[in-house]
T-cell receptor, first 112, second 114 residues
Framework: DAKTTQPPSMDCAEGRAANLPCNHS???????VYWYRQIHSQGPQYIIH???NNETNEMASLIITEDRKSSTLILPHATLRDTAVYYC?????????????FGSGTQLTVLP | DSGVTQTPKHLITATGQRVTLRCSPR?????VYWYQQSLDQGLQFLIQ???????AKGNILERFSAQQFPDLHSELNLSSLELGDSALYFC?????????????FGDGTRLSIL
């Protein structure tokens, strides 16, 4: 699976949009981009995933660049409860590797 | 609520002992994954089962073993416990094993070795 690079930490004001970047310059055509978050020591929570097109669900939007080498997770109106470590993960569609490989992630702190 | 249930939530035991962690996947999910999260290692994949069969292995110690039962629940057995085994153990499940299907995680079992 391709390696991802994320900033170690970010701050965001409550009510504003949080834009979390992820670089995955070695991504290949059959790899998905996944985003998870972990609040304190709770289980990682699935947020969103995509292959080529931008995706949106009730939690967030995922913007993938046309060359697929980077992506941005957007939380449109951040709340204090969005404070968490956010993980960007690239995962192959085929092959024997099925697990998620977690990096260090981005610690997002939403400030009142 | 992810739909993945892990028991117990907390376990405190001593070195040399053996414990069993249990995971019930989301209804309909066939794949179960086990992960370990310790303070200095982050989230590490241990092992995956799909419909009762072992599918993939990660950095799982020989002292650890797992299985998935016909009702699809899974158990992770940890034996000859050492202080370094203290960690959070998470179970995740997905409908199958494909990359297009997200894994959903339980709330974990916190294992403390004294």
């Amino acid at each position: 699976d391709a390696k991802t690079t994320q900033p170690p930490s970010m701050d965001c004001a409550e009510g504003r949009a949080a834009n979390l970047p992820c670089n995955h310059s070695t991504i290949s055509g059959n790899e998905y981009v996944y985003w998870y978050r972990q609040i304190h020591s709770q289980g990682p929570q699935y947020i969103i995933h995509g292959l080529k097109n931008n995706e949106t669900n009730e939690m967030a939007s995922l913007i993938i660049t046309e060359d697929r080498k980077s992506s941005t997770l957007i939380l449109p109106h951040a709340t204090l409860r969005d404070t968490a470590v956010y993980y960007c993960i690239v995962r192959r569609f085929s092959g024997s590797a099925r697990q998620l490989t977690f990096g260090s992630g981005t610690q997002l702190t939403v400030l009142p | 609520d992810s739909g993945v249930t892990q028991t117990p939530k907390h376990l405190i035991t001593a070195t040399g002992q053996r414990v069993t962690l249990r995971c019930s996947p989301r209804s309909g999910d066939l794949s179960v994954y086990w992960y370990q999260q310790s303070l200095d290692q982050g989230l590490q994949f241990l092992i995956q089962y799909y419909n009762g069969e072992e599918r993939a292995k990660g950095n799982i110690l020989e002292r650890f073993s797992a299985q998935q039962f016909p009702d699809l629940h899974s158990e992770l057995n940890l034996s000859s416990l050492e202080l370094g085994d203290s960690a959070l153990y998470f179970c995740a499940s997905s409908p199958a094993g494909g990359a297009g299907q997200p894994q959903h995680f339980g709330d974990g079992t916190r294992l403390s070795i004294l």
